[in-house]
């Protein structure tokens, strides 16, 4: 069974925190890696493509190790309006379009 | 931005009812994808569309769903006898060729 494995959190954090979550997923042919982030009861929305060689977007950073199969990501400076369910989302293998979501963290940003 | 819509937002049927979800894709899009999120589950793959066509479906995509796209901008997903358990989020998707997908915003489903 292809499975996508978080911590479901959640963490709560103050403003300027940095906070870390981690990921690891089963299917060793999954080519494709990504954070969404998913506010509560709405459509998920792609944050971040994760890049074998990481990759930084502002203050979000993701790490991906295919050898461990495991994928991180860091957001310095946490921000109220980062308060989300973040999920960590593979495809299912070589040419294949869909995606397996992992259940998600919950972050809480506090004032 | 281009958007996906998805109508109706909050669909309530009585058990045995067919459902038809719709939802409008991003135009230049040529993938075409339905997923649902049960109430504090994970987002699950139900099933994909490329070239008029089912490129793959899951488990869950049985013989009492189906999709079509009726014409030039229609995505619709068709859910027959629908079960209590049918009960979710049904997210549409859209993508280009570079797996950028683009998420509506859903249809909630009670059946009762």
């Known amino acids: 069974r292809k499975e996508v494995e978080q911590d479901p959190g959640p963490f709560n954090v103050p403003e300027g925190a940095t906070v870390a979550f981690n990921c690891t997923y089963s299917?060793?042919?999954?080519?494709?890696f990504f954070w969404y982030r998913q506010d509560c009861r709405k459509e998920p929305k792609l944050l971040m493509s994760?890049?074998?060689s990481g990759n930084e977007d502002g203050r979000f950073t993701a790490q991906l190790n295919r050898a461990s199969q495991y994928i991180s990501l860091l957001i310095r400076d946490s921000k109220l309006s980062d308060s989300a369910t973040y999920l960590c989302?593979?495809?299912?293998?070589?040419?294949?379009?869909?995606?397996?979501f992992g259940k998600g963290t919950k972050l809480s940003v506090i004032p | 931005e281009p958007e996906v819509t998805q109508t109706p937002s909050h669909q309530v049927t009585q058990m045995g009812q067919e459902v038809i979800l719709r939802c409008v894709p991003i135009?230049?899009?040529?993938?075409f994808y339905w997923y649902r999120q049960i109430l504090g589950q994970k987002v699950e793959f139900l099933v994909s569309?490329?070239?008029?066509?089912?490129?793959?479906k899951s488990e869950i995509f049985d013989d009492q769903f189906s999709v079509e796209r009726p014409d030039g901008s229609n995505f619709t997903l068709k859910i027959r006898s629908t079960k209590l358990e049918d009960s979710a989020m049904y997210f549409c998707?859209?993508?280009?060729?570079?797996?950028?997908?683009?998420f509506g915003s859903g249809t909630r489903l009670t059946v009762v």
């Open positions: 989302v593979v495809n299912s293998g070589a040419g294949s379009y869909q995606l397996t």
């Open positions: 135009s230049n899009h040529l993938y």
């Open positions: 569309f490329y070239n008029n066509e089912i490129s793959e």
């Open positions: 299917n060793s042919a999954s080519q494709s």
């Open positions: 994760v890049y074998s």
């Open positions: 998707a859209s993508s280009s060729w570079d797996y950028g997908y683009t």
